[in-house]
């Protein structure tokens, strides 16, 4: 286990069970022992299962842990992704941290799945965004994977994305070119993506050297076909997609011609995955 996700865990049942479990204390035999399944309650792609075993050995590492069915797999309702067999207790203890994060992850790869079905006959590729949950951005960037999508940078220090925010407007094209000069004599590792809100921006930016990607920021499907058309033939700089994208427009946007289209409700928005704890008698 990573260190990351080792001190989720621990804060997380750290929240949860305080000082112990006061309900197992008093209404559960300290000797009982008990066998579970982790039972997926819905259809959908898990992620978080192998995170979910490690809940369960934190709590009590004599409990017998089987993983079932490993993450990014697409699974039906009622298939079993675990089987957990030990004290009760301990079982109880683990069951609610264990399941927070198994529904809240294979709910990103769940709807990430969803839009990446919606255009997988196009030359376009789903991507994930910084709009995560604090602390858990790399669980759920690895469930947008799962999903199979892909990862946007994870943070400000592995891509420089020059957005409306930097004043690229005011700049003028002469000094963004010099800064991305700059830039890449001193980290020639990092990428740079700049976003345009109009084709005017994107013609200059296509113009520039040293622009790996561009955004292209709530553009309607006819003004994307153009800044396709526009890069011409060229492979590079890539084109991504991006503003209030949903299921019911993804489609056309892929069609357009773009490598890229980010969506923020993939970590924002994805609703958690029913998958519950079922006790069977030894």
Same mark, same amino acid.
């Given at each position: 286990?990573?260190?990351?996700?080792?001190?989720?865990?621990?804060?997380?049942?750290?929240?949860?069970?305080?000082?112990?479990?006061?309900?197992?204390?008093?209404?559960?035999?300290?000797?009982?022992?008990?066998?579970?399944?982790?039972?997926?309650?819905?259809?959908?792609?898990?992620?978080?299962?192998?995170?979910?075993?490690?809940?369960?050995?934190?709590?009590?590492?004599?409990?017998?842990?089987?993983?079932?069915?490993?993450?990014?797999?697409?699974?039906?309702?009622?298939?079993?992704?675990?089987?957990?067999?030990?004290?009760?207790?301990?079982?109880?203890?683990?069951?609610?941290?264990?399941?927070?994060?198994?529904?809240?992850?294979?709910?990103?790869?769940?709807?990430?799945?969803?839009?990446?079905?919606?255009?997988?006959?196009?030359?376009?590729?789903?991507?994930?965004?910084?709009?995560?949950?604090?602390?858990?951005?790399?669980?759920?960037?690895?469930?947008?994977?799962?999903?199979?999508?892909?990862?946007?940078?994870?943070?400000?220090?592995?891509?420089?994305?020059?957005?409306?925010?930097?004043?690229?407007?005011?700049?003028?094209?002469?000094?963004?070119?010099?800064?991305?000069?700059?830039?890449?004599?001193?980290?020639?590792?990092?990428?740079?993506?700049?976003?345009?809100?109009?084709?005017?921006?994107?013609?200059?930016?296509?113009?520039?050297?040293?622009?790996?990607?561009?955004?292209?920021?709530?553009?309607?499907?006819?003004?994307?076909?153009?800044?396709?058309?526009?890069?011409?033939?060229?492979?590079?700089?890539?084109?991504?997609?991006?503003?209030?994208?949903?299921?019911?427009?993804?489609?056309? !946007?892929?069609?357009?011609?773009?490598?890229?289209?980010?969506?923020?409700?993939?970590?924002?928005?994805?609703?958690?995955?029913? !998958?519950?704890?079922?006790?069977?008698?030894?």
């Amino acid at each position: 286990m990573n260190d990351h996700s080792a001190i989720l865990i621990e804060l997380a049942l750290a929240e949860d069970l305080g000082d112990g479990d006061v309900t197992a204390r008093y209404f559960i035999p300290e000797d009982r022992r008990a066998r579970a399944f982790v039972t997926a309650r819905k259809a959908g792609v898990v992620s978080g299962v192998a995170l979910a075993a490690r809940v369960f050995s934190k709590v009590d590492p004599g409990l017998l842990v089987e993983i079932l069915i490993a993450d990014a797999s697409r699974v039906s309702d009622g298939a079993r992704l675990m089987v957990v067999e030990g004290k009760a207790r301990s079982i109880l203890a683990a069951e609610r941290t264990a399941l927070n994060f198994l529904q809240r992850l294979s709910g990103v790869a769940t709807l990430t799945a969803e839009y990446v079905a919606l255009v997988n006959d196009t030359p376009a590729r789903i991507l994930d965004t910084r709009k995560t949950t604090p602390g858990y951005r790399l669980l759920e960037k690895q469930a947008v994977v799962h999903g199979g999508g892909v990862n946007h940078r994870l943070g400000l220090y592995d891509r420089a994305m020059v957005k409306d925010n930097h004043l690229v407007a005011e700049n003028g094209a002469a000094a963004i070119q010099a800064a991305i000069h700059r830039l890449l004599a001193d980290q020639p590792g990092i990428e740079v993506e700049l976003e345009a809100d109009t084709l005017d921006q994107v013609r200059t930016f296509l113009a520039m050297d040293g622009v790996a990607h561009i955004l292209l920021d709530n553009m309607t499907d006819a003004e994307l076909r153009e800044a396709v058309a526009a890069r011409g033939g060229r492979a590079a700089p890539q084109l991504e997609a991006s503003g209030g994208v949903t299921l019911q427009t993804v489609r056309a !946007i892929a069609q357009t011609g773009v490598d890229f289209i980010s969506v923020g409700a993939l970590t924002h928005s994805a609703p958690a995955m029913d !998958i519950g704890l079922d006790f069977m008698p030894l």
